[in-house]
């Protein structure tokens, strides 16, 4: 089951970017630092400074574009463990459409959302290719909580597990002052049961 915990937003991006290692080894730097955080917040930033707007031009001259163009067998590179984007321009315009709805409509919290159902549908979807160029187009319509971040706990702190465009949107957002968020934001980690819940805030 999934539930609702409320983490500080800039922690939370903190210990994503220099701890997410273990994970995110694909996506990080000899310093273990995992750029896939760092280029996605850049892109953002670079976005919501042109209003919104990019040429095709500014888009293939960023860094996040240029890692989620990396082939599979590229280190560091963007994407999972066994999988990469399969189309980086379907990618990109993703990310986009969900930074406007993410500043039209704020950050989802609810269990079911309207909204993030239209833009599942309507929007293109995250694709991804493996090593065997197996495509899978994964659905995200029927989660619970489909607008909140996903997070682990990793020893004392918590990371993103699922959501770091996400994290990166809010982050910039926060920082520049387009969205009024709170210093802490809500989030959703999945146990089995209420004791294992629980058992995470004890340890």
Not at 25 to 37: E, M, P, R, T, V
Request: with cysteine.
């Amino acid at each position: 089951m999934y539930l609702k915990i409320k983490l500080s937003l800039d922690k939370l991006y903190d210990d994503t970017l220099n701890l997410s290692y273990p994970f995110t080894s694909y996506a990080c730097d000899k310093n273990n630092i995992f750029l896939g955080l760092i280029f996605r917040y850049e892109f953002i930033k670079l976005l919501a400074k042109n209003n919104f707007y990019l040429t095709n031009k500014q888009i293939q001259e960023t860094n996040y574009f240029n890692f989620i163009s990396k082939k599979i067998d590229e280190y560091p590179r963007d994407g999972g463990k066994d999988w990469v984007y399969n189309d980086p321009n379907l990618q990109i315009e993703r990310f986009i459409n969900t930074t406007k709805s993410i500043l039209k409509h704020g950050y989802i919290t609810q269990k079911k959302s309207d909204i993030i159902k239209r833009f599942e549908k309507t929007i293109s979807s995250h694709i991804e290719k493996d090593i065997e160029n197996k495509i899978t187009k994964v659905n995200y319509i029927l989660n619970p909580f489909q607008g909140l971040i996903q997070v682990r706990k990793l020893d004392n702190s918590f990371i993103v597990l699922n959501g770091h465009h996400r994290l990166a949107i809010l982050k910039v957002f926060k920082d520049l002052k387009i969205m009024n968020l709170s210093e802490k934001i809500e989030v959703k980690i999945y146990c089995n049961s209420l004791r294992e819940f629980l058992k995470i805030f004890i340890n």
